[in-house]
């Protein structure tokens, strides 16, 4: 595949984590995601935002190393034929993005950076909070 189709793709399907429903390790749910964040060189997840409630002022920002797995209807975000809203991930479909750490331990992260854009640091700091730096998802 075309290296630039393949980027393409990947942004999509990354796109389509906005609004996934998040649980911990425990099941328990953690939030949804709010914002998503990219590495801007290869476009591959960095990180997530999860707002705990829907009204919330509070969010957290969770690493990719404490992402265990994405939700599986993503993968259809890669296809050439994008599904209608009412087939898209998150949107009343079940799908969840599942945590390597439990829920409280999650919503008592760091709080996102106030622009649209992470730093080495601020994703160190995320799992340090996480308590990642030292488990076999460490940052």
Not at 81 to 92: F, S, V
Request: glycine share 10%; net charge neutral; proline share 9%.
């Amino acid at each position: 595949m075309d290296p630039e189709l393949r980027a393409r793709a990947q942004r999509r399907r990354m796109q389509g984590l906005a609004g996934v429903t998040v649980h911990g390790s425990d099941g328990k749910t953690v939030g949804r995601v709010r914002d998503v964040y990219l590495r801007d060189a290869t476009g591959e997840l960095a990180a997530i935002s999860v707002m705990p409630r829907q009204l919330s002022t509070r969010s957290v920002l969770i690493p990719a190393a404490a992402i265990a797995a994405l939700p599986g209807t993503l993968e259809e975000l890669a296809a050439p034929h994008r599904p209608a809203a009412e087939e898209a991930p998150g949107k009343g479909t079940g799908d969840i993005l599942q945590l390597r750490v439990d829920a409280a331990t999650a919503k008592a992260g760091t709080p996102p950076p106030l622009t649209l854009h992470t730093t080495p640091e601020d994703l160190q700091e995320a799992a340090a909070a996480l308590r990642l730096e030292d488990g076999p998802a460490g940052a």
